[in-house]
């Protein structure tokens, strides 16, 4: 039987077989004409079917796990949503529901429904109380319908509901210029004015500057043409004859009148300070009489009305003090001399009080700075410490003016004792 040749074995589809055509093939390729080589059919040749080959060898080798193993793709998702919280959603919700009630009560506001924009700009601030524009759309419906106290109200609120919220800086100016808007409506230029500082502070605004220094000029303005010499003595003569008929609140309200027609004028000062103290304003009094002395230092009679004020809030060593001033200045001023007497008088009485009473005025007596100063000094310290096992030396400690001054004074005060 003739044997077959050894080339007949090789298949030419498969490329199994014949060694050296396959070496032909893959040395010369194209240029000897043979037929290109498959690199897969070449490794199954050299190696066997990749996919019987352990996964380790098959990663060593080829760098992946198996030929024929196919991984299903999985699929791509552009919109991958990311979850949340059911409270969160609930409140981008809220804050959605808001933005259009607010912008359904710009709507109704242009067409100056304003009740029913008011009720819109409600809601949405229910919906979402973090939001000032929605305070601040508000107010801006307050001072269009001219409702002034509503509008610096619900300004005021937006401002701080801004600030606990970070709102935007510019955003807060605006609503102080709202504010301001409407205390210049009402007339309070004064209010006006601290409200564009205020919004000037939070962002600076041009508009905002020449409202403000248009309206310290109208201020400025009113006040020179409101002060007035000759109708400030008209009303100071409208308030003597209310006093001497014993009308106190309608004397108390010339008399402010005349002080501002005239605020430089002591006696109307010194007249408004008598008819506050008739309506038992002590305070307001006493700061009546304070200007008073501050305008005219050498007013003899404002010393004595202090050291009567004095009195009142039981402070003698002050009245003494007072009283001393108005003599230094007129020695023959008998309102002065008398009322350092009955003073004088009444701490060496030593009236009946109370242990209570003794160390209340002690205590109150001890926080003033004037007779902490007296306490401190060392003369005055040895002359103290000498009365005490020394009664006695008190007559000789009382020739000295300047001593006699101060032992009175603590008398007065209630910090020493007669007789102790």
């Known amino acids: 039987m003739p044997m077959e040749s050894k080339e007949a074995e090789w298949d030419d589809e498969t490329h199994e077989g014949g060694p050296e055509q396959t070496q032909r ?55 991958v949503e990311a979850v949340i919280d059911p409270l969160e959603q609930k409140r981008r919700q809220e804050q959605e529901e808001a933005i259009e009630a ?26 979402d109380p973090t939001n000032m524009t929605f305070l601040s759309n508000k107010a801006a419906v307050y001072l269009t319908s001219k409702q002034y106290d509503e509008c610096i109200t619900t300004c005021n ?44 502070l939070e962002f600076y605004d041009a508009a905002t500057q020449r409202f403000m220094k248009a309206m310290e000029l109208e201020k400025l303005q009113i006040e020179n043409a409101y002060e007035n010499e000759e109708r400030a003595e008209e009303a100071k003569q409208r308030g003597n004859t209310h006093f001497r008929a014993k009308e106190w609140q309608q004397a108390t309200e010339a008399y402010q009148n005349a002080m501002k027609r005239a605020p430089k004028n002591a006696a109307i000062r010194y007249n408004l300070c008598a008819a506050l103290c008739k309506i038992k304003d002590i305070k307001g009094a006493m700061r009546e009489i304070e200007v008073a002395l501050d305008l005219d230092p050498n007013y003899v009679k404002a010393w004595a009305r202090k050291a009567d004020i004095n009195i009142l809030m039981n402070e003698k060593h002050r009245a003494m003090e007072c009283y001393r001033k108005g003599l230094n200045i007129d020695p023959s001023n008998t309102e002065c001399r008398e009322g350092l007497q009955r003073v004088e008088s009444q701490v060496l009485a030593s009236p009946n009080v109370t242990e209570k009473e003794r160390k209340e005025k002690t205590a109150k007596a001890m926080a003033d700075p004037e007779i902490q100063a007296i306490l401190k000094d060392p003369n005055m310290r040895a002359i103290l410490r000498n009365l005490t096992v020394n009664p006695g030396a008190a007559h000789a400690a009382m020739m000295q003016p300047s001593i006699k001054i101060k032992i009175e004074k603590l008398m007065a005060a209630g910090v020493l004792h007669n007789g102790k």
């Open 25 to 79: 093939r893959t040395t010369f390729g194209r240029m000897s004409g043979i037929r290109e080589v498959d690199p897969e059919a070449e490794q199954r040749r050299m190696f066997g079917r990749i996919e019987d080959l352990p996964e380790e060898e098959q990663r060593r080798m080829f760098g992946r796990v198996n030929i024929n193993e196919t991984k299903e793709a999985e699929p791509e998702d552009d919109h």
């Open 102 to 127: 607010k912008e359904r009560g710009n709507t109704l506001y242009k067409a100056k429904k304003f009740d029913e924009a008011i009720a819109a700009y409600d809601e949405a601030i229910a919906l």
């Open 157 to 200: 609120e937006a401002v701080e509901v801004g600030k606990k919220n970070r709102a935007p800086f510019e955003d807060r100016s605006k609503a102080l210029f709202r504010c301001a808007k409407a205390y210049q409506k009402k007339g309070d230029l004064a209010n006006a004015i601290k409200m564009c500082k205020d919004a000037q």
